[in-house]
């Protein structure tokens, strides 16, 4: 067959198509993509957002750090020395005289002549040594494996003490006990979203399956339950908890009341989902097919958005753990014994404490970068798992 030629003699032959520049996001024509399950779309989209990863391993880490807390901490959360009350915060020295030798300096007491106040400096003259993989108190790794072995302390344990964030107004480690809070304040946040999690996919999706009277009751009451100010909401429910209870009992029930107010939220994105697909056409023949409302809500309509309500549960923990803190800082939450961020902040009410040991609020700063963390890991996580999102 022959071409057709321009009157020019130039052949009309369409020009080849140029290669279009590679990105880093795969290309949705591609095969991979085309056949890439949605967990592994949305594993792409998140990779693309380098602060929302530089965050989830933030988050991870701090997540670590509850789980080893005992072993991670120099001391136990209820250690104490009466001898060093507010002591200051210790610097690690890693030479002594040019050789290896790593240590922190001791204390020595001094008296304002003015006031006659006792005050604690740091002594250059008198070196305390410190050590990795020490042995001291013993504790129960897991909650049930018997071990004595700490990742830093002095190798001494009978000795100086070491205070590398300094000591509170009864001669405790705010380094060890801001670590043991940890494990409280970080699964408070998540024991707590997977209660919400629990009452708010069922009600919600209840309330957008079946509509109508149904719908309304569940939603009266989530405006109720919204009208009321959180804190006060919490401040009654946690004032009927009994004063006898134990330090777990309290745990517990500061839990369930976090997660008897948290779960509206979630509840109205489960509706407004359940609301979007309840009339597609897999739901219809799941339907037809004879299947029942639990299986046709669980089973076809809720793993359709499983990664919106993960993304979303990222977000909450953040509220919940700032709920534990506030709760516990106005002494309506967990008390002491009891370890938690918000307990180790209510020194922080005392001005005549803050003005003279400062870093009494430094367990504040767990807190700002464990909600940022965590905000910008749910950010990264939610924009990831929106199929619309470009």
Request: with cysteine.
């Given at each position: 067959?022959?071409?057709?030629?321009?009157?020019?003699?130039?052949?009309?032959?369409?020009?080849?198509?140029?290669?279009?520049?590679?990105?880093?996001?795969?290309?949705?024509?591609?095969?991979?993509?085309?056949?890439?399950?949605?967990?592994?779309?949305?594993?792409?989209?998140?990779?693309?957002?380098?602060?929302?990863?530089?965050?989830?391993?933030?988050?991870?880490?701090?997540?670590?750090?509850?789980?080893?807390?005992?072993?991670?901490?120099?001391?136990?959360?209820?250690?104490?020395?009466?001898?060093?009350?507010?002591?200051?915060?210790?610097?690690?020295?890693?030479?002594?005289?040019?050789?290896?030798?790593?240590?922190?300096?001791?204390y020595s007491l001094e008296q304002d002549p003015d006031t006659l106040a006792l005050t604690f400096e740091l002594d250059e003259e008198q070196h305390v040594p410190i050590g990795m993989f020490v042995q001291g108190e013993e504790y129960e790794l897991f909650g049930?494996?018997?071990?004595?072995?700490?990742?830093?302390?002095?190798?001494?344990?009978?000795?100086?003490?070491?205070?590398?964030?300094?000591?509170?107004?009864?001669?405790?480690?705010?380094?060890?006990?801001?670590?043991?809070?940890?494990?409280?304040?970080?699964?408070?946040g998540l024991v707590g979203v997977l209660l919400s999690l629990g009452l708010g996919v069922v009600l919600g999706g209840i309330s957008g399956y079946f509509g109508g009277r149904i719908d309304n009751a569940i939603q009266r009451l989530i405006e109720l339950i919204m009208s009321i100010p959180t804190i006060p909401l919490w401040m009654a429910l946690f004032a009927a908890v009994p004063d006898s209870w134990s330090p777990v009992q309290r745990y517990f029930a500061l839990t369930v009341?976090?997660?008897?107010?948290?779960?509206?939220?979630?509840?109205?994105?489960?509706?407004?989902?359940?609301?979007?697909?309840?009339?597609?056409?897999?739901?219809?023949?799941?339907?037809?097919?004879?299947?029942?409302?639990?299986?046709?809500?669980?089973?076809?309509?809720?793993?359709?958005?499983?990664?919106?309500?993960?993304?979303?549960?990222?977000?909450?923990?953040?509220?919940?753990?700032?709920?534990?803190?506030?709760?516990?800082?106005?002494?309506?939450?967990?008390?002491?014994?009891?370890?938690?961020?918000?307990?180790?902040?209510?020194?922080?009410?005392?001005?005549?404490?803050?003005?003279?040991?400062?870093?009494?609020?430094?367990?504040?700063?767990?807190?700002?970068?464990?909600?940022?963390?965590?905000?910008?890991?749910?950010?990264?996580?939610?924009?990831?798992?929106?199929?619309?999102?470009?």
């Amino acid at each position: 067959m022959t071409q057709p030629f321009s009157p020019g003699g130039e052949s009309k032959l369409p020009a080849p198509a140029t290669t279009a520049p590679e990105t880093d996001r795969p290309d949705t024509d591609t095969p991979d993509v085309a056949l890439a399950s949605q967990w592994k779309l949305i594993w792409w989209g998140f990779k693309r957002h380098k602060l929302a990863m530089f965050c989830g391993g933030i988050t991870l880490l701090i997540y670590l750090v509850a789980v080893f807390a005992p072993f991670l901490a120099p001391y136990s959360g209820t250690y104490h020395n009466s001898d060093y009350t507010y002591a200051p915060p210790q610097t690690v020295q890693l030479f002594d005289e040019g050789s290896f030798s790593p240590h922190v300096h001791g204390y020595s007491l001094e008296q304002d002549p003015d006031t006659l106040a006792l005050t604690f400096e740091l002594d250059e003259e008198q070196h305390v040594p410190i050590g990795m993989f020490v042995q001291g108190e013993e504790y129960e790794l897991f909650g049930f494996i018997p071990w004595d072995r700490h990742l830093i302390g002095p190798v001494d344990a009978d000795g100086p003490p070491m205070y590398l964030m300094g000591a509170d107004a009864n001669g405790r480690d705010v380094l060890s006990r801001i670590i043991h809070g940890t494990t409280i304040s970080m699964s408070i946040g998540l024991v707590g979203v997977l209660l919400s999690l629990g009452l708010g996919v069922v009600l919600g999706g209840i309330s957008g399956y079946f509509g109508g009277r149904i719908d309304n009751a569940i939603q009266r009451l989530i405006e109720l339950i919204m009208s009321i100010p959180t804190i006060p909401l919490w401040m009654a429910l946690f004032a009927a908890v009994p004063d006898s209870w134990s330090p777990v009992q309290r745990y517990f029930a500061l839990t369930v009341v976090i997660s008897l107010v948290g779960w509206v939220g979630m509840a109205r994105e489960v509706r407004g989902k359940f609301f979007a697909v309840r009339n597609e056409d897999y739901v219809t023949a799941a339907i037809a097919d004879g299947a029942g409302g639990g299986r046709v809500m669980f089973r076809h309509m809720l793993p359709s958005f499983t990664s919106h309500i993960i993304a979303n549960l990222s977000l909450s923990i953040p509220t919940i753990i700032l709920a534990e803190t506030a709760l516990s800082f106005i002494g309506l939450g967990l008390q002491p014994p009891t370890v938690s961020w918000g307990v180790l902040l209510q020194e922080a009410q005392n001005i005549r404490a803050v003005s003279t040991a400062p870093w009494i609020l430094i367990p504040g700063i767990p807190v700002v970068v464990t909600v940022l963390a965590m905000n910008f890991f749910g950010d990264g996580l939610r924009d990831a798992a929106d199929p619309y999102k470009n």
